[in-house]
């Protein structure tokens, strides 16, 4: 662990960020999709500036497709709509049900 509060303060984030990440991406194909995905809608970023801007948005909204593609198949939501829906008052599926853990019933908490 490192010595420095601010950069405790960060691992401790980044494990925990890591942690959800993990567990919102447990279905194979959603978790290895990801990884083709989010590279390639980070490179859609430099591309606006440095290519035409077409392949730019093209990265982008590919990259963020397959993402999607992935959420659909594992049966959760996209994280960036989350917030958005949860402040529109909408159903959130945070974690796939098939993977959510079962919460404990009131009656069960003694």
């Given at each position: 662990m490192p010595s420095f509060p601010i950069a405790r303060k960060l691992f401790k984030f980044a494990k925990r960020a890591r942690r959800n990440w993990l567990t919102r991406h447990q279905n194979?194909?959603?978790f290895?999709?990801?990884?083709?995905g989010i590279p390639l809608a980070v490179a859609g970023i430099p591309l606006l500036f440095v290519a035409d801007?077409?392949?730019g948005v093209?990265?982008?909204v590919g990259g963020y497709l397959l993402?999607?593609?992935g959420h659909q198949v594992e049966g959760n939501d996209v994280g960036e709509l989350i917030?958005?829906?949860r402040m529109l008052g909408l159903?959130?599926?945070a974690i796939a049900p098939q993977y959510a853990e079962t919460a404990p019933s009131p009656s069960d908490r003694g």
């Open positions: 194979s194909f959603n290895w999709i990801h990884m083709l801007w077409p392949w093209g990265a982008i993402q999607w593609i917030p958005i829906k159903p959130v599926v």
